[in-house]
């Protein structure tokens, strides 16, 4: 997300930064750049306009024109002022009893999979949320959502196939949830290609019976400024307390995010980005506005990373890691910790400066499919092959590639590459060079120590 709007703001601010002096001019080209960039991003035209507006106000005063570093002064009050956009501190749910919780928006946004997410992160939470399918227009709805309710172990009511009035359909799942002693009631409703009268009225008839906490608009960030107006028609009619953007990992542009909150006036309150229904994060402004100007999210990136990892796996790896006993069945087991994470590019953008690195990485370099090829050539190997790569010749090394259905030259890259890696481990010098690098001075190894005690495999 975001990534056309990163890389053009870096550019501006790179420039910036290399004036000695800054003056009216220097400031007024800067943000015809930034103001060019935002509408690219999708950014609705009076968002942009007055945001730029206010930077430039900012970055005229005579604090920032005197400054020894002025480049770096607009850098941070366009950081601010991009958090105060996106809705300054982060906006929790209100889930004071009854928690009831309406899910609206468009076909396509997602929101029976983000019903899900919702409940599910809820639950982890330590909650016990109930999910209602109030969708009776689209019959695969309430099928769908009760086959998700049942992978994440969640109660769910299902309306008869027959039922055509939404209200007795919540006043029956009312009746249902006192039996199931749930928390927090989600209700998943029903959504259209385009607004349309006859949804919003329905809308209204459920929003007034229901009478929830929080009414949650769930919109698709790759629909751009069509976003916009559907949060607003959305809020006119039921007035939305929240937004929950979808599809934040497949959208290089953003500019909804920065509009509808805008606009709207209403918090982002969470941000899907990805598919699993694990996958759905609270939204933090200041640290997506870190994101857009290529800062990173290191407390994201922690927290991702601790909610999947076993941290007595982690230990064990370091510990084979110190003494120099890693071997392929640990490489096997850090794959699949690896996989555990979900898309290591949408993990590895919360990194501080990782657009720069991903363009010097090869194509591919975080296709899923060669991650399998590799996990099957490690399949492939025996137990003894494993512990003792250095035994893998010839007629081994021929053996495993047929197994694994690769070919030869994968399996010498691999093994290649795997014995570098050891070098590499067996010499805390190069090891700290390497943390030093991804991390900035602190090196990354720190920062995960000061933010998750230390407990991952760096």
């Known amino acids: 997300m ?54 430039k106000e900012k970055s005229l005063g005579e604090d920032v024109l005197k400054s020894i570093k002025p ?16 809705g300054g501190d982060q906006a929790p749910l209100n889930l004071n009893p009854p928690a009831h919780i309406l899910i609206c928006g468009l076909n396509g946004a997602g929101k029976t999979t983000t019903s899900a997410k919702l409940a599910y992160r809820l639950k982890k939470e330590g909650r016990r949320p109930l999910l209602i399918a109030c969708d009776l227009y689209r019959p695969a709805a309430i099928d ?36 199931q002693q749930g928390t927090v009631l989600i209700f998943d409703t029903a959504g259209r290609q385009e607004i349309d009268e006859r949804l919003v009225a329905e809308l209204k008839r459920l929003h007034a ?8 608009l769930v919109a698709d960030s790759a629909t751009g400024q069509q976003a916009v107006s559907v949060a607003q028609h959305f809020d006119d009619a039921v007035g939305i307390t929240g937004i929950i953007l979808t599809k934040l990992d497949g959208d290089a542009r953003g500019g909804a995010a920065l509009s509808m909150r805008s606009v709207t006036g209403k918090p982002i309150k969470y941000a899907g980005e990805g598919e699993k229904l694990d996958q759905l994060f609270e939204f933090h402004p200041s640290r997506m506005a870190d994101r857009i100007l290529g800062m990173g999210d290191i407390v994201g990136m922690v927290e991702q990373v601790a909610d999947k990892v076993n941290e007595a796996d982690a230990m064990r790896s370091m510990k084979r890691i110190q003494e120099g006993k890693f071997d392929f069945t640990d490489f096997l087991d850090q794959m699949k910790m690896i996989q ?16 720069k690195i991903k363009k010097q990485l090869p194509a591919g370099a975080f296709d899923t499919k060669k991650i399998k090829r590799t996990e099957a050539i490690v399949l492939s190997m025996t137990m003894i092959e494993r512990t003792r790569p250095e035994i893998i010749k010839g007629s081994r090394r021929q053996r495993i590639a047929a ?8 399996v010498n890259q691999l093994i290649k590459q795997f014995g570098e890696m050891r070098k590499m481990m067996k010499s805390p010098n190069k090891m700290n060079a390497m943390m030093k690098q991804m991390g900035g001075a602190g090196g990354m190894k720190d920062m995960m120590k000061g933010l998750g005690g230390g407990k991952f495999p760096f």
């Open 2 to 55: 975001f990534s056309s709007l990163s890389d053009s703001l870096d550019k501006t601010f790179r420039n910036l930064r290399g004036v000695g002096r800054i003056s009216e001019k220097n400031i007024s080209d800067a943000l015809r750049e930034i103001r060019i960039a935002l509408l690219e991003a999708d950014v609705e035209f009076a968002v942009a306009k007055d945001f730029i507006a206010r930077v």
């Open 340 to 355: 555990n994470l979900g898309p290591l590019e949408g993990l590895l953008g919360l990194m501080p400066g990782f657009s």
């Open 209 to 216: 019976f229901v009478n929830p906490k929080e009414t949650l």
């Open 71 to 86: 480049g770096e002064q607009i850098v941070k009050i366009f950081h601010d002022e991009l958090a105060a956009l996106l």
């Open 144 to 179: 769908q959502l009760a086959v998700l309710a049942k992978q994440i172990d969640i109660p769910c009511y299902t309306p008869d196939a027959t039922e055509t009035d939404v209200v007795k359909v919540a006043k029956d799942a009312l009746v249902w949830a006192e039996q």
């Open 403 to 410: 197994g694994s259905g690769t070919t030869i030259m994968e």
